[in-house]
């Protein structure tokens, strides 16, 4: 049986966004129903629409997402009816050469649901990340539900399903913050505050937030930023410099996604200080540094993908902080929308208005 549910629909390069029908089917083998009821507007799902990802038009947008179970396919153990669960776009595979050495972070072979969900004349849709959530209900592959605890409430649950997991992830996984460090984040959107906000829970000691807007310095401080650097006004590296006793941090996020904010982040490390990135570039963007600086400063450059999270992992970990008060992920919520508004959350997200707008069903 098909279900018709409400779907917001990308139909064509940097066209708006359109509120539709869509077609949902029942779950084949492997694949969960989820009634949707909280999704993040994510920048990612703009970049679907301005077909910075791909051309596979029509998407159903929509990604960063919290609901619960409502059936699943044959053989699906993993979840069952009833379960609250948060959406992850990275259903490791198990198969794959890093799931067999134990590093399933790295897993590249993401298993997602076949595209069946379709437009009312049965235009097949293309899922945004293989989830689709701007909508009431959606199908997905099982293995990218994660059961979380129910007594937290979906609008901040969703938010781990990718931006705030990146930048999180970024600071306590990819680069292994610990208590001592020096960190500085360039970029202090919502992934960068996330960032912020896990090298604080790292114990970092000192955390420097960069940013040109001060609106977005004003938010790094309440995430845990101890010092702030509008680099409009002042050059970042010298002022990470002089905030690290002169000799850089110990590590360097960034969360922009640009080849000068690459290269501030390069040299604002300290010797053999750790540069990772988060934040996501074009395809034309080309970085270009010294070798020798390459080779003399040593340390490590990094990307970090998803936060390099194990969704099984770090979803109940997560949620279990914020539970105990310790995890201020309310903080990132700066307004709750319904799915007719998701055109106007993209513009007041290219104006930097907001951390997260977030759709509740």
């Not at 293309?126 to 959606?138: E, K, M, P, V, Y």
């Amino acid at each position: 049986m098909t279900i018709s549910v409400r779907g917001v629909v990308a139909r064509g390069k940097g066209e708006p966004v359109e509120l539709t029908t869509v077609l949902v089917p029942e779950p084949g083998p492997g694949e969960a129903l989820v009634a949707v009821q909280a999704c993040g507007v994510c920048h990612t799902d703009l970049h679907y629409r301005e077909g910075g990802i791909g051309a596979d038009f029509p998407y159903l947008l929509g990604h960063e997402a919290a609901g619960v179970v409502e059936a699943v396919g044959p053989d699906v153990t993993d979840v069952r009816p009833g379960d609250f669960v948060i959406l992850n776009w990275r259903a490791v595979c198990g198969q794959c050469r890093a799931c067999r050495r134990g590093r399933p972070w790295y897993c590249f072979a993401t298993h997602n649901a076949t595209q069946k969900m379709t437009l009312a004349d049965g235009t097949t849709l293309s899922a945004a990340l293989g989830i689709g959530a701007f909508a009431d209900l959606t199908l997905v592959a099982s293995g990218q539900c994660t059961p979380v605890n129910p007594a937290i409430k979906p609008e901040v649950a969703g938010l781990l399903g990718c931006g705030i997991m990146a930048g999180l992830g970024a600071a306590l996984n990819t680069a292994g913050v610990s208590r001592g460090d020096t960190v500085a984040v360039i970029g202090c959107g919502g992934v960068g505050d996330a960032a912020i906000l896990g090298a604080s829970l790292a114990g970092a000691r000192t955390i420097i937030g960069v940013d040109i807007d001060d609106r977005k310095l004003e938010w790094a401080r309440q995430f845990g930023a101890t010092h702030v650097v509008n680099s409009r006004e002042a050059d970042p590296v010298a002022e990470i410099q002089a905030l690290t006793g002169g000799n850089g941090a110990d590590v360097v996020i960034e969360a922009v996604g640009r080849p000068d904010t690459y290269r501030q982040a390069f040299y604002a490390r300290d010797l053999a200080g750790t540069l990772v990135q988060v934040g996501v570039p074009t395809p034309d963007m080309r970085i270009e540094l010294p070798l020798l600086d390459l080779f003399g400063r040593g340390g490590a450059l990094k990307s970090s993908w998803y936060g390099d999270c194990l969704p099984e992992r770090d979803f109940p970990m997560l949620t279990g902080l914020y539970l105990q008060g310790r995890l201020p992920l309310e903080k990132f919520v700066s307004e709750t929308i319904t799915l007719d508004g998701i055109e106007e959350s993209f513009a007041k997200m290219q104006h930097g208005e907001v951390l997260r707008s977030v759709v509740k069903f």
